[in-house]
């Protein structure tokens, strides 16, 4: 197959191209590198059956050729890029999805949509099954990320309704790993940069709120799945395995050996006081479910930003 991938330099966009590629597809990466990094495709640069594509996707997408399937993975995706661009995040989670879903349809590709557990909001019901429809504030700082994922995923159920587009959902749960950028504001990768760096550890609230953390490797092969095996409506990915963020700081400091001190902030606004997904729907239809222990996903993560802030 020929495949499509925007956001291909991102975290998970570069993994995903990884994986596609070691399927013996063909895969075209996009991006415009506007959160993503040229680095993170270094290693495809030559690879024969890698072609990269630099375009913003919120305007039209043009490939010649055939193209069998788009998995849309462009957005800013962590609180700090979308706070500091709130413009582009709505346009590409709108704009966006409607380039490449129109893309989709005439080529008649299949097409995946990376949403994400933010679609819940502030959750009212633990764990997430897809069921629930979520509880989110619109016109909150975060709602420029929540909605447009929120929009998104209507846009492409509309194309499967309206057009027979052959469609797919995965909302994202919180996912890490090597290639996540240092000062992407997510929990896992400002942890472990102010652990090695012997910083505070900025724990926001009184650390109680929950989450949960999936190893890259582990949501990736379940994205896999659900783009070749999975159905229409939304499945969620993720580690149902649930911390508090005091927990996760604490194992954080106690793998890379680090004497940093934990430093309490105020709590962002909507900031979601617990996120666990419901992944029966995944084990059931797709026989996945998440395989790495986050001691061993922390370990292969801590070692890559060992490496990134030493060069």
Avoid at 102 to 116: E, I, N, Q
């Amino acid at each position: 197959m020929r495949l499509l991938v925007t956001g291909a330099a991102g975290f998970l966009g570069s993994h995903l191209c990884d994986c596609l590629l070691a399927l013996g597809h063909t895969v075209v990466g996009m991006d415009n590198y506007t959160t993503g990094s040229p680095a993170n495709l270094a290693h495809l640069v030559h690879h024969p059956a890698f072609q990269f594509v630099r375009h913003d996707v919120t305007t039209y997408i043009e490939l010649e050729g055939p193209v069998n399937g788009v998995l849309h993975f462009a957005s800013p995706a962590s609180p700090v890029d979308y706070l500091e661009m709130p413009i582009q995040t709505l346009k590409v989670g709108s704009l966006g999805t409607h380039k490449a879903l129109g893309l989709a349809r005439a080529k008649g590709a299949r097409f995946l949509l990376a949403s994400t557990s933010e679609v819940y909001g502030d959750p009212l019901v633990h764990p997430q099954p897809e069921t629930y429809w979520g509880n989110v504030n619109p016109v909150g700082p975060r709602g420029v990320y929540d909605e447009a994922k929120r929009f998104a995923e209507a846009m492409a159920m509309a194309y499967h309704r309206f057009h027979g587009l052959d469609t797919r959902i995965v909302r994202i749960f919180n996912t890490f790993g090597p290639r996540m950028r240092p000062n992407d504001g997510r929990v896992v990768s400002n942890f472990i940069v102010q652990a090695l760096r012997g910083e505070p550890l900025t724990v926001y609230g009184d650390g109680t709120q929950t989450r949960s953390f999936c190893y890259v490797d582990d949501l990736i092969e379940g994205v896999k799945r659900v783009f070749f095996d999975g159905p229409p409506d939304p499945i969620n990915l993720g580690n149902p395995g649930e911390y508090t963020v005091r927990d996760l700081a604490e194992v954080i400091l106690r793998l890379t050996d680090s004497r940093s001190k934990i430093a309490m902030r105020p709590l962002p606004v909507d900031d979601p006081r617990v996120r666990q997904p419901d992944i029966t729907r995944a084990r059931t239809l797709l026989g996945w479910e998440p395989a790495v222990p986050l001691d061993h996903g922390l370990m292969r993560t801590i070692d890559y930003f060992r490496k990134v802030l030493t060069t």
